[in-house]
């Protein structure tokens, strides 16, 4: 295991522990408060701390090297992980929204509102903290596990915030019935949370396409594009766990031997990694160059077969790059 997936088991070990220290916290204040809306957001931690510890079980999966009965690895298990902690966030969600219902009808008594708030506050700026930071090093490292536990931690956090203005709202106003509205409205914010997180699980299964990481990666490409690149088109990418698989074909010049086609695609991998990093394995299917249709797209200046002068180049996109047809037979 390398240096950075220690790191991110370490971090993910640090948030379980800070996690199960905050749960308790948060009961011991619906203990002293018998609100519903700080019971919900208990609850929703009790969530957070198993979706973590499955988390981190499936960060160490991930993290395994390839074997003979998994040749690319063991990434998927991070996207299973996201789904399941997603489906769980759909249920929490459900129940809290029910027990605040239940509670319209048999009201329950609120006390000791101020420790709540104290209390509330102090665990809710923590996950905060600590969602950001996990969110920004999940994006960086292009990790779904740290990007899904830090999406709990952050979705805690906010309704923290909520049910702070709420539990005021109702010190303020003594209206305990907005106790079960703000339930309510956690419940409803923490199923939105829950279906976006099992939709991006269900995406990355299905091996969905990301158009808009191959929007930025071709981006990237015309800005740095050899002439030898003469077309790209069937460009896939695939995504297991933070590995990206990218396979496509790449047209050069026909009359290139082989030493020097292995020199252009070398050119090509490298302007693909020098975006994407280290986290992509690249298979490139070669094509020849068709003069004299080609030459009219082509912008080699000494080329030994051109046929006619090059007319205009055409700009790679998402479009014309992932159909499996080369471009400038789309124009026709």
């Known amino acids: 295991m390398d240096k950075t997936s220690r790191t991110h088991q370490f971090f993910l070990r640090l948030t379980l522990v800070i996690g199960v220290i905050l749960t308790l916290i948060k009961f011991i204040a619906w203990y002293i408060t018998n609100s519903n809306a700080i019971l919900s957001d208990a609850f929703e ?18 993290q395994l090297p390839k074997d003979r009965n998994h040749p690319y690895g063991h990434g998927k298990i991070e996207f299973l992980a996201a789904g399941i902690a997603g489906g769980f966030i759909l249920i929490t969600g459900l129940f809290i929204i029910g ?123 015309n800005n740095s594009r050899h002439s030898e690149w003469i077309d790209l088109h069937n460009f896939r990418v695939i995504k297991y766990g933070s590995k990206l698989h990218i396979d496509c074909h790449l047209t ?8 020097e086609g292995h020199h252009v695609i070398s050119d090509f991998e490298n302007a693909v990694d020098s975006y994407c990093g280290d986290s992509v394995e690249l298979f490139i299917h070669v094509d020849p160059c068709e003069p004299p249709e080609m030459c009219r797209f082509c912008s080699m200046e000494d080329c030994q077969d051109r046929k006619f002068p090059m007319k205009n180049t055409i700009d790679w996109n998402v479009e014309n790059v992932i159909t499996n047809k080369k471009i400038y037979l789309q124009q026709q």
């Open 252 to 259: 050069i010049p026909w009359y290139y031997n082989q030493i």
């Open 99 to 221: 027990k605040a219902f239940y509670n319209f009808f048999e009201p329950n008594e609120i006390i000791n509102l101020n420790t709540g708030i104290y209390l509330t506050v102090f665990s809710g700026s923590i996950h905060l903290v600590l969602g950001l930071f996990l969110l920004r090093r999940g994006k960086r490292h292009n990790n779904l596990v740290l990007e899904s536990e830090a999406k709990h931690l952050l979705s805690d956090g906010f309704s923290s915030i909520a049910l702070i203005v709420g539990l005021v709202l109702i010190l303020l106003t003594g209206f305990f019935w907005l106790d079960q509205v703000v339930a309510i409205g956690l419940g409803i914010f923490i199923i939105y949370s829950g279906f976006g997180l099992l939709r991006k699980a269900i995406a990355g299964i299905m091996d969905e396409a990301d158009l808009n990481l191959i929007e930025e990666i071709i981006s990237r490409l």
């Open 45 to 62: 931690s009790i969530l957070n701390l198993g979706t973590g510890g499955f988390a981190l079980y499936s960060l160490y999966l991930s």
